[in-house]
């Protein structure tokens, strides 16, 4: 292994984490098709999901799903990803499943076509990625593909464990690796704000760039 080499490609993937947390995951996954806070262009509706499946956030229709039932009945028996309840490994990991998902919290995401290709699709979409990318070189599998796997199963067990370690918290010292969602007690209380606060450098983004202009 070039040492050099391996050096930079987690310092550009790092980067490129940066890139799919803010843009894919923090605006995209959660804020636009989550909670619907703002429009966009369908330049940016596809380019959402290209990020969110390289996230590997298995089908994005049963994430929204899934976070909209943690909403509705954050830390009860509906939260699918309560630690108090299912363990702090299975949610550190991001490794918990789901049973049973009532047609109510997801009705409206079928009717996105897209989404509903990245839903039936999205490991297949995962695997010729993966594969493309270790074709190119296995410092660009690790940047490209790899660290953005992993940043996402981090940065989802952190936010899901230390944003309700006692009720909703804010933890603004998690922006960096959650796209500003960091602010969580901010948006359980205010869920449909675009920008929760100072550092939230994702809602700035939308804001400022990607959502569009009525």
């Given at each position: 292994?070039?040492?050099?080499?391996?050096?930079?490609?987690?310092?550009?993937?790092?980067?490129?984490?940066?890139?799919?947390?803010?843009?894919?995951?923090?605006?995209?996954?959660?804020?636009?098709?989550?909670?619907?806070?703002?429009?966009?262009?369908?330049?940016?509706?596809?380019?959402?999901?290209?990020?969110?499946?390289?996230?590997?956030?298995?089908?994005?229709?049963?994430?929204?799903?899934?976070?909209?039932?943690?909403?509705?009945?954050?830390?009860?028996?509906?939260?699918?990803?309560?630690?108090?309840?299912?363990?702090?490994?299975?949610?550190?990991?991001?490794?918990?499943?789901?049973?049973h998902v009532p047609i109510?919290?997801?009705?409206?995401?079928?009717?996105?076509?897209?989404?509903?290709?990245?839903?039936?699709?999205?490991?297949?979409?995962?695997?010729?990625?993966?594969?493309?990318?270790?074709?190119?070189?296995?410092?660009?599998?690790?940047?490209?593909?790899?660290?953005?796997?992993?940043?996402?199963?981090?940065?989802?067990?952190?936010?899901?464990?230390?944003?309700?370690?006692?009720?909703?918290?804010?933890?603004?010292?998690?922006?960096?690796?959650?796209?500003?969602?960091?602010?969580?007690?901010?948006?359980?209380?205010?869920?449909?704000?675009?920008?929760?606060?100072?550092?939230?450098?994702?809602?700035?983004?939308?804001?400022?760039?990607?959502?569009?202009?009525?």
């Amino acid at each position: 292994m070039d040492l050099e080499l391996f050096l930079w490609a987690t310092f550009l993937g790092f980067l490129w984490c940066q890139v799919v947390t803010h843009y894919a995951v923090s605006v995209g996954l959660h804020r636009y098709f989550a909670h619907n806070q703002f429009k966009t262009s369908l330049f940016h509706e596809v380019g959402f999901i290209i990020g969110i499946m390289i996230a590997c956030v298995r089908t994005p229709i049963g994430w929204v799903a899934s976070h909209r039932m943690h909403h509705a009945d954050t830390e009860g028996p509906l939260d699918p990803h309560d630690a108090k309840q299912i363990g702090y490994w299975k949610v550190a990991t991001t490794t918990w499943d789901l049973k049973h998902v009532p047609i109510k919290f997801a009705k409206d995401l079928y009717d996105n076509p897209r989404l509903v290709w990245a839903h039936e699709n999205w490991d297949t979409f995962l695997w010729y990625y993966w594969a493309a990318c270790m074709l190119i070189s296995p410092y660009f599998w690790w940047a490209a593909a790899f660290m953005p796997y992993v940043f996402a199963k981090v940065g989802f067990g952190m936010l899901n464990i230390f944003g309700h370690w006692n009720g909703p918290t804010d933890g603004v010292w998690m922006n960096w690796i959650l796209g500003g969602d960091g602010y969580h007690k901010v948006h359980h209380e205010h869920p449909y704000r675009l920008k929760l606060g100072k550092y939230d450098l994702g809602g700035y983004l939308a804001e400022r760039f990607w959502k569009k202009k009525l």
